[in-house]
T-cell receptor, first 114, second 114 residues
Framework: SQELEQSPQSLIVQEGKNLTINCTSSKTLYGLYWYKQKYGEGLIFLMMLQKGGEEKSHEKITAKLDEKKQQSSLHITASQPSHAGIYLCGADLHGSGNTGKLIFGQGTTLQVKP | NAGVTQTPKFQVLKTGQSMTLQCAQDMNHEYMSWYRQDPGMGLRLIHYSVGAGITDQGEVPNGYNVSRSTTEDFPLRLLSAAPSQTSVYFC?????????????FGPGTRLLVL
């Protein structure tokens, strides 16, 4: 079973539409990272959230970490074909900071139709 | 800075063969890790290192060995390749184990085991 669950697993939207991807855990999320991966390429860092209630934005992408730190959402406004790819969330579920291990969700594949 | 580099980009092995996937970073990062990516599974942590001379197991360590003799390099060894090890392998690094640091990924190595 996956300790970090992402939903949906895949998403097809029309260009210009808004969309949200969720990352959920039954445990507290520490150091929540969002990455984007283009097909066949490496991972590009998007944003990192640490505090409950924290929200960060970059261009048309906004990420939030809920107050209980058990769910994060990634929202894209007015999607463009350049947003297409695989979005992955990664987090430390133990919070000890002693190992710094990051566990990742299974990814959400986004297609944006022109 | 070249960032995180990985070689080779592609590799085909026969069952039972051994090989080493190379990973290097030029950012003087203490923390390095190896992940494998399989369809529908996201990224799974294989091994990680919090500094030179220190390594530990991740979620899926069986069949893989690592060593960290220098800060810059973190090779991943497959002693006897199996078809189940067909995957895309990513190396990552960040300044230290702190979850406040951005984690950078290499471009990946695609491995096919026949």
């Amino acid at each position: 079973s996956q300790e970090l669950e992402q939903s949906p697993q895949s998403l097809i939207v029309q260009e210009g539409k808004n969309l949200t991807i969720n990352c959920t855990s039954s445990k507290t999320l520490y150091g929540l990272y969002w990455y984007k991966q283009k097909y066949g390429e490496g991972l590009i860092f998007l944003m990192m959230l640490q505090k409950g209630g924290e929200e960060k934005s970059h261009e048309k992408i906004t990420a939030k970490l809920d107050e209980k730190k058990q769910q994060s959402s990634l929202h894209i406004t007015a999607s463009q074909p350049s947003h297409a790819g695989i979005y992955l969330c990664g987090a430390d579920l133990h919070g000890s900071g002693n190992t710094g291990k990051l566990i990742f969700g299974q990814g959400t594949t986004l297609q944006v139709k022109p | 800075n070249a960032g995180v580099t990985q070689t080779p980009k592609f590799q085909v092995l026969k069952t039972g063969q051994s090989m080493t996937l190379q990973c290097a970073q030029d950012m003087n990062h203490e923390y390095m890790s190896w992940y494998r990516q399989d369809p529908g599974m996201g990224l799974r942590l294989i091994h990680y290192s919090v500094g030179a001379g220190i390594t530990d197991q991740g979620e899926v360590p069986n069949g893989y060995n690592v060593s960290r003799s220098t800060t810059e390099d973190f090779p991943l060894r497959l002693l006897s390749a199996a078809p189940s090890q067909t995957s895309v392998y990513f190396c990552a690094s960040r300044r230290d184990r702190s979850l406040q640091e951005t984690q950078y990924f290499g471009p990946g190595t695609r491995l096919l085991v026949l």
